[in-house]
């Protein structure tokens, strides 16, 4: 009586949980002296171990309209973080650039500076050559006026420093325009360095706002670090063009 009570309380369990026996499953006492078809019948054995869902879970329509709309946005903040991580890393290249070239005008407008001051110096030699000749000249015709004196070699050393003083005066002018085009050229590659600078300093500036919008996600905030950037691009463009 013990073992039939406790075959109907084992089958009950076994039919609400809706489990399947495996194979290995042992058998209650009470059904062990039965035929195999009765205990297949009662107990169907599978040889598989699936076993079958307790309860099943229908979503409404507002929880699925909830985890569509979060899955949307999710998907969408990944888009908008990869834009704003690749349109970065290529201000941050295009800085690196724009960062060489302002140092290299630097350095060349520094070196056409220094190569004026040098003719500049050259040009005050040639001056001050100039200038001994002249008196020299001025001292020969004064003696070739004078009585007791040989005139003809005078004269002819008075010419001589004309030429001189001539030819000295000839270098002078053309090392000081040699120093002004040094000069125009320093400033001109100054310009492009300062174009160059304000370049690089409008990508830092739209660099550093789109740090602030991957933080923020604000729509605006990336639109003016995208201005930004297009306006540093065009002051490169316009240092690039000598402009």
Not at 33 to 43: E, K, S, T
Not at 70 to 91: E, N, Q, Y
Not at 149 to 176: I, N
Not at 177 to 199: I, N, P, T
């Amino acid at each position: 009586m013990s073992d039939k009570k406790d075959c109907f309380a084992v089958r009950r369990e076994y039919v609400n949980q809706a489990v399947r026996f495996h194979p290995d499953t042992t058998i209650p006492l009470c059904l062990k002296n039965r035929p195999p078809g009765i205990i297949r019948a009662n107990f169907p054995i599978n040889p598989s171990p699936t076993v079958m869902p307790e309860e099943f879970e229908v979503p409404s329509p507002h929880e699925q309209h909830v985890e569509h709309t979060t899955h949307h946005a999710h998907a969408k903040g990944d888009r908008f973080a990869s834009k704003i991580a690749v349109m970065t890393a290529i201000m941050a290249t295009v800085g690196a650039l724009m960062s060489y070239q302002a140092g290299s005008t630097e350095s060349e407008a520094a070196m056409d500076k220094n190569n004026a001051a040098i003719q500049k110096t050259e040009a005050a030699n040639e001056w001050s050559y100039y200038q001994a000749k002249s008196s020299r000249q001025n001292l020969s015709e004064l003696a070739s006026h004078l009585p007791g004196l040989d005139s003809a070699h005078y004269v002819a050393e008075a010419r001589r420093y004309a030429e001189q003083k001539e030819q000295a005066r000839k270098k002078a002018e053309t090392l000081e325009q040699q120093a002004r085009e040094w000069d125009e050229k320093s400033e001109q590659v100054l310009h492009q360095h300062h174009r160059w600078a304000q370049a690089m300093t409008a990508i830092q500036i739209a660099i550093s706002l789109a740090a602030i919008t991957l933080l923020t996600r604000k729509e605006w905030l990336r639109r003016v670090s995208f201005g930004a950037a297009g306006l540093g691009v065009m002051l490169g463009s316009l240092a690039w063009l000598h402009i």
